[in-house]
């Protein structure tokens, strides 16, 4: 528990001192115009007062990444506890808010686009048809667990496929309609729901007072299946949401066409990845109490732990609520990363998206292959886990290349001294996602050793590295 306390007081200090560090760094200007008052169109750039940015941007961000990739990652032992800590910090904060704000600055500008721009044109192609498969994967992922869950929990003989139905009714909806007709209006109570789980978990804490597992205790590999997920690159990859994720940076640039000032920033973009930190750790020091004392639990998926967890330590009313805010942080990530990829669609395609039906030309096909891949989640028995382990890889490859450009706007900035900051968390984030395509069974894991693998990995990171410095000019 000592660990977990200090954990928190990192996180916050994290946010009240780094936060400005970066903020200084990108440099605001309370006084330059934004996109929401200069291109308003009612449907998609819509200022918005900030307190409710913030909600919509924490909840589109934390999906089940913080609850279920959080307790994955606890699979691996205490290690899991400094990556959440240091890697929200140093790595997904500043990746949501550089990105965020680097769209409030190009009006609004979608992710290919910024890509684009700093990394070239090729990136930029490769970028949207890549970040809306990704958009479309999340949405895969986030309908059939919350679809589960629900059926599990309440509706047992009830067939999931009406709860898939369901929810991909919301879904369309809250993506066709413009963003404070529902989003707006319906996020409040998802932030309760989800608020509330987390309260929960933290007073559970201090009446049951669980063992968690201290890190002096050791930082060794305690996944039941450790010889085949070594910590890097697996548990980097397993906890994203909660440290650093690509699919984050698709949602700042939805908050960052409704901001009305820059000083908004730092409170909604970095601090909500900082509260998304805190979830996830709460996440992941619950599970590790359960991993670490039944040996039994160890292969249980993060969907049945969120269950056992629940109905363990509360009476039914609270574990109800438990359950339901895991369902609210996976639907309020899901409706916007479909919105996200009509909107990527829709900038590529140069579609104006005042009319419903040039919405409805992206939305309808969308949601057909969205549907497709939910039926093969849910149909083959390891359907889920490879959808699963695709996304988390992407979601995490999408990172890097956001850091990078980051980096780069950076250097181009004048920002000579500072780019760092966005420099170490993209080399880094490099090597994880590439030892992963060499390490991973996913990829090639089971075809070359696992040093040659590491090997080849850094050897490529290297090489990103060096294009950096060569491409980007000092002092220009």
């Not at 009406?162 to 707006?184: E, F, Q, R, S």
């Not at 070594?230 to 990859?237: C, D, E, H, R």
């Amino acid at each position: 528990m000592i660990t977990f306390c200090i954990a928190l007081v990192l996180l916050v200090l994290g946010y009240l001192f780094y936060g400005k560090v970066v903020e200084r760094v990108f440099g605001i200007d309370e006084n330059r115009p934004t996109p929401a008052q200069t291109m308003a169109d009612g449907v998609d750039y819509v200022p918005m007062k900030p307190w409710k940015l913030f909600l919509i941007q924490f909840l589109n961000i934390a999906g089940v990444g913080p609850i279920c990739g959080a307790i994955m990652g606890a699979q691996f032992g205490t290690a899991s506890y400094l990556w959440i800590v240091f890697g929200c910090i140093f790595g997904g904060a500043v990746h949501d808010y550089m990105s965020g704000m680097i769209s409030l600055r190009e009006n609004g500008c979608s992710l290919p686009e910024t890509h684009g721009k700093y990394l070239g044109n090729g990136v930029k192609q490769f970028m949207r048809g890549f970040m809306v498969l990704l958009m479309i994967l999340v949405g895969v992922v986030f309908v059939n667990t919350p679809a589960q869950l629900l059926q599990a929990q309440f509706t047992p003989n009830m067939s999931v496929y009406v709860w898939v139905v369901i929810i991909l009714a919301y879904y369309l909806i809250a993506t066709l309609l413009p963003i404070d007709k529902v989003i707006g209006r319906i996020y409040p109570v998802f932030g309760f729901l989800l608020m509330g789980m987390a309260v929960a978990i933290v007073v559970a804490f201090a009446i049951y007072q669980p063992e968690i597992p201290e890190i002096w205790s050791g930082l060794q590999n305690r996944h039941p299946m450790a010889a085949t997920n070594p910590i890097f690159p697996m548990m980097f990859i397993s906890i994203a949401c909660g440290a650093v994720s690509g699919f984050h940076a698709t949602q700042s640039t939805l908050v960052a066409r409704c901001m009305t000032n820059e000083r908004q920033g730092r409170h909604i973009f970095y601090g909500a990845m900082i509260v998304e930190g805190v979830v996830a750790l709460i996440w992941a020091a619950a599970a590790a109490y359960f991993y670490h004392s039944d040996a039994a639990l160890q292969s249980k998926s993060g969907p049945a732990m969120v269950g056992i967890i629940a109905n363990t330590w509360f009476p039914t009313a609270i574990a109800v609520v438990t359950v339901l805010g895991v369902i609210s942080a996976a639907v309020t990530s899901g409706d916007t990363a479909l919105r996200s990829a009509r909107l990527i669609v829709a900038d590529f395609m140069h579609l104006e998206q005042r009319s419903i039906s040039k919405r409805l030309w992206i939305a309808v096909p969308l949601f057909i292959v969205t549907g497709g891949l939910l039926v093969f989640s849910l149909a083959s028995p390891s359907g889920f886990q490879v959808i699963w382990q695709y996304f988390s890889w992407a979601n995490q490859l999408l990172a890097a290349f956001t850091l990078w450009a980051v980096t780069v706007y950076l250097r181009l900035n004048k920002k000579e001294a500072y780019y760092w900051i966005a420099l170490i968390p993209a080399i880094f984030m490099t090597m994880v996602t590439v030892s992963f395509m060499f390490v991973s069974s996913t990829f090639f894991g089971a075809l070359i050793p696992r040093t040659l693998g590491y090997i080849l990995a850094a050897v490529i990171t290297l090489g990103v590295t060096g294009l950096f410095f060569g491409k980007v000019k000092f002092g220009k």
